[in-house]
């Protein structure tokens, strides 16, 4: 990633884990989205603090065998997807204490 972006979980779903899967559903229009492994792994790191990149290269890439560029491009669009459904927030600092009602 050229430049250093955070992403944080927000406060407004409810999320269940079923098996290495993941269930949320938004607060703001009751909207499913079901996430799968590599996507859940995301989920479960995104804490406003780590940086996307790092989130990539020590989760996503540790995890599944995958070439880092791939990844990345693979984030980001997914990362992107769920902001637009208020699922996430994306910032260029450090996310604190997210407010779903005020997007951070």
Excluded: K
Excluded at 8 to 25: K, N, P, V, Y
Excluded at 44 to 57: E, K, N, Q, W
């Amino acid at each position: 990633m050229s430049d250093t972006r955070y992403v944080a979980r927000s406060r407004d779903i409810a999320a269940r884990r079923l098996g290495d899967e993941l269930m949320i559903m938004s607060g703001r229009d009751s909207t499913l989205f079901e996430l799968n492994g590599t996507a859940a792994l995301l989920w479960d790191a995104a804490d406003g603090v780590t940086p996307l990149d790092d989130i990539v290269a020590r989760t996503i890439c540790a995890t599944y065998d995958i070439d880092t560029a791939m990844a990345v491009r693979d984030v980001e669009e997914l990362v992107e997807q769920l902001a637009g459904h208020g699922l996430l927030f994306l910032s260029d600092a450090p996310i604190c204490g997210v407010d779903a009602s005020r997007g951070f």
